[in-house]
């Protein structure tokens, strides 16, 4: 069974930076791509981030684009978003996501496997 486990959400201030780390386990080879989304309070639930499986190409929503980057570590098959300079508006609960088939879509429904999120609150 695959799961995915988000850690690395805390409490910062504007300005300040995070990482947040998605750690996969089980049967993952037929991974596509992965992603990061985020929840604010009474929203709906939205694209950050997405990176292919190899790590070649990467996906960026404009409001966080020169802001966060993707990235993966293979040998420890651990996702990441390190995030910088971060505005109050990015408070919410981060998923990281994982798809099997090919595209890098910004759709959550298009995810087949989520983690259970890492609450973020930017204080300003």
């Known amino acids: 069974q695959v799961q995915l486990v988000e850690s690395g959400g805390g409490l910062v201030q504007v300005g300040g930076s995070l990482r947040l780390s998605c750690a996969a386990s089980?049967?993952?080879?037929?991974?596509?791509?992965m992603a990061w989304f985020r929840q604010a309070s009474g929203k709906e639930r939205e694209f950050v981030a997405s990176?292919?499986?190899?790590?070649?190409?990467?996906r960026y929503a404009d409001s966080v684009k020169g802001r966060f980057t993707i990235s993966r570590d293979d040998a420890k098959r651990t996702l990441y978003l390190q995030m910088n300079n971060l505005h109050a508006e990015d408070t919410a609960v981060y998923y990281c996501?994982?798809?099997?088939?090919?595209?890098?879509?910004?759709?959550?429904?298009?995810?087949?496997?989520w983690g259970q999120g890492t609450q973020v609150t930017v204080s300003s």
């Open positions: 996501a994982a798809r099997r088939t090919m595209g890098l879509t910004t759709t959550p429904s298009s995810y087949d496997v």
């Open positions: 089980g049967f993952t080879s037929n991974f596509y791509a």
């Open positions: 990176i292919t499986y190899t790590g070649v190409s990467t």
